[in-house]
T-cell receptor, first 116, second 113 residues
C-alpha cells in the first residue's frame, strides 16, 4: 500500500512550457485535491475532485487544468508555465465518512516545480 | 469567510522545553480542526484532530483542545525533542463532503539539544 504518490519529484521548466503532474492513490479514495505551497502562505487549494470524471475549482485555479479520468489518478496540467507557478505542489486524497462528512486527507510527498 | 490564523515563527526551543503554538479560526458552522506536521523534505502528515467542541486531539505527546468559545485549537507538548523540529500547520474543514482543508501559514519549530 503506497498511499499517495506524486511524479515527478522535481522539475525545472522554462516560461511557456507545459507539463503534467501526476497524483496516484491506491486507497480507493473518492476525493482528491491539488494544493500549492508557497513560503509564508501555507497551502492553497488549486482544484479538487469528488469522484471519477468530476472536477471543481479551488482558491487559486488560474493557469491550471485538471483531469480525473480514473478514480486512482488526478492530473494537474500547466499549459503555459509562468514564474509565478514556481511552488511545491501537494496532492491529497480522502473519502466520505459515515457521518456525512469526510475522513482525514492523506498527502503525497510533493512535487517541487521551478519555472525560469 | 473561513480562515485560520496561527502564530508566526520560527519558534526556537531547547530540548525538554514546553511548547505552545497558538491557532485561532474563523468559520461558518462547526468545522473540524486539524494539526498537520511537515518534516524537512516531506509531505504533510496528520498529527491530531478534533471534530467537535471540547474534543481533545492527542498524538506523540502533542495535544490540542477544540475551544468553541475562544475559537482556538492551540497545540501543546510538555517536553519537546530535537526530532520534533518541523513545520506545523493548523487547518480547518467544514463538515461537508468534498470540502478542502483551509490552512494557516505554518509555524516552524526548531529544537536544539
Amino acid at each position: 500500500n503506497a498511499g499517495v504518490t506524486q511524479t515527478p519529484k522535481f522539475r525545472v521548466l522554462k516560461t511557456g512550457q507545459s507539463m503534467t503532474l501526476l497524483c496516484a492513490q491506491d486507497m480507493n479514495h473518492e476525493y482528491m485535491y491539488w494544493y500549492r505551497q508557497d513560503p509564508g502562505m501555507g497551502l492553497r487549494l488549486i482544484h479538487y475532485s469528488v469522484g471519477e470524471g468530476t472536477t471543481a475549482k479551488g482558491e487559486v485555479p488560474d493557469g491550471y487544468n485538471v483531469s480525473r479520468l480514473k478514480k486512482q489518478n488526478f492530473l494537474l496540467g500547466l499549459e503555459s508555465a509562468a514564474p509565478s507557478q514556481t511552488s511545491v505542489y501537494f496532492c491529497a486524497s480522502s473519502y466520505p465518512s459515515t457521518s456525512g462528512g469526510e475522513e482525514t486527507q492523506y498527502f503525497g510527498p510533493g512535487t517541487r516545480l521551478l519555472v525560469l | 469567510g473561513n480562515s485560520v490564523t496561527q502564530m508566526e515563527g520560527p519558534v526556537t526551543l531547547s530540548e525538554e522545553a514546553f511548547l505552545t503554538i497558538n491557532c485561532t479560526y474563523t468559520a461558518t458552522g462547526y468545522p473540524s480542526l486539524f494539526w498537520y506536521v511537515q518534516y524537512p523534505g516531506e509531505g504533510l502528515q496528520l498529527l491530531l484532530k478534533a471534530t467537535k467542541a471540547d474534543d481533545k486531539g492527542s498524538n506523540k505527546g502533542f495535544e490540542a483542545t477544540y475551544r468553541k468559545e475562544t475559537t482556538s485549537f492551540h497545540l501543546e507538548k510538555g517536553s519537546v525533542q530535537v526530532s520534533d523540529s518541523a513545520v506545523y500547520f493548523c487547518a480547518l474543514r467544514l463538515n461537508q463532503a468534498g470540502t478542502a482543508l483551509i490552512f494557516g501559514k505554518g509555524t516552524t519549530l526548531s529544537v536544539s539539544s
